[in-house]
């Protein structure tokens, strides 16, 4: 956002326009104001507001939001600034991580870690403290993907287990399964049910 300006309040309908380095507003009346787009911190517009993508573009590249209110003040949406969007750094960032191995490496134990000691937490038992502390001795000698999953999934089939313990009979998973699904119990054949059949006319 700008580091100095103003918020403007359009109380009526209005056009808003680019012009140079400023917006113009153009009321009712006819009569245009003309705005320097460094004195605006952001634009909240009533009712009807009429802008083109030049308008937009000038306000997105320095860093003005404009809020759209309905005719009775309630907020409609709101245009944000492209550099105010963190998806986009986000994933540039990302990317530079993923392609640096040792630090891929780090975050992928990090996540496993967490992941792993707040399922301790939901399941509040100590009957996982031993996994969890195997898992915390083995995690940093993993180097690849691989590893670290392998990891992982021996802490997860235990942690299933446990929490089978914590479930009714009738309620229990029975462990971690994998593609495909476990048999289901066999139901009747059709050969053994009796077959509908259309009364003899």
């Known amino acids: 956002m700008p580091a100095a300006g103003r918020t403007y309040w359009l109380t009526e309908p209005c056009r808003i326009r680019r012009e140079d380095n400023s917006i113009r ?29 030049s308008a937009l573009s000038l306000l997105s590249r320095n860093g003005v939001t404009l809020h759209i209110l309905d005719h009775y003040g309630n907020h409609a949406g709101h245009f944000s600034p ?11 960032r990302q990317v530079e991580i993923t392609a640096d191995p040792d630090r891929r490496t780090a975050i992928g134990q990090a996540l496993v870690l967490a992941a792993a000691e707040n399922l301790r937490w939901a399941l509040d038992t100590d009957l996982l403290d031993p996994a ?21 999934g021996n802490f997860r089939r235990t942690a299933w287990a446990v929490l089978d313990t914590q479930l009714p009979p009738w309620l229990r998973l029975n462990g971690r399964t994998r593609r495909p699904p476990p048999p289901t119990p066999e139901t009747p054949s059709s050969a053994t049910s009796t077959p509908w059949s259309t009364p003899a006319s």
């Open 25 to 53: 507003v153009e009321r009712p009346d006819g009569s245009p104001v003309r705005i320097p787009i460094t004195d605006i911190h952001d634009l909240i517009a009533f009712d009807h507001v009429d802008l083109n993508t």
């Open 82 to 92: 492209a550099e105010s969007m963190a998806s986009a750094a986000v994933i540039r």
């Open 132 to 152: 969890l502390q195997s898992l915390r001795t083995d995690l940093p000698d993993c180097k690849d993907n691989d590893a670290i999953m392998g990891q992982e």
